[in-house]
């Protein structure tokens, strides 16, 4: 019989490190827009309903969407043209799928200044369980 107090751990673990919770809280990442013209991470894996905020480290920029299903900068609601002052905006991401976005004065829809936000469901995290998704 092998080791039965291993199999027992691994257990725990498994109960223990899944999160336990549900995994319910969103996960907060962060996109910088680079005074070189480039976003950070310029691809990005997030779990459905995370948040992104995006943060102007430096520079003339804004965030769209490929899909226009957001325009930021100071805000994304008034204030959405590219501006150089240290902006910060949040958007929670519930659709899954793969969205292409890019700053409007130095990118377009195909090039330049341009990242991608991948949104993967959470099942990966919270294992089998996904009720209520
Ligand atoms: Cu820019």
Do not use: K
Request: glycine content about 12%; charged content about 15%; proline content about 5%.
């Amino acid at each position: 019989m092998p080791f039965p107090s291993a199999r027992i751990a691994l257990f725990a673990c498994a109960l223990a490190c899944s999160g336990g919770s549900g995994g319910a809280l969103a996960a907060v990442h962060v996109v910088t827009a680079n005074p070189d013209m480039t976003f950070t991470p310029a691809t990005l894996t997030i779990h459905q309903y995370d948040i992104v905020r995006f943060v102007n480290g430096g520079g003339l920029h804004n965030v769209r969407a490929d899909d226009g299903s957001f325009v930021c900068a100071l805000d994304c609601n008034l204030h959405t043209a590219p501006s150089a002052q240290p902006w910060q905006v949040s958007r929670q991401f519930n659709r899954l799928g793969t969205l292409g976005y890019y700053c409007e004065q130095h990118g377009d829809t195909s090039s330049g200044m341009r990242g991608t936000i991948i949104v993967i469901d959470r099942v990966f995290v919270d294992g089998f369980d996904s009720a209520g998704d």
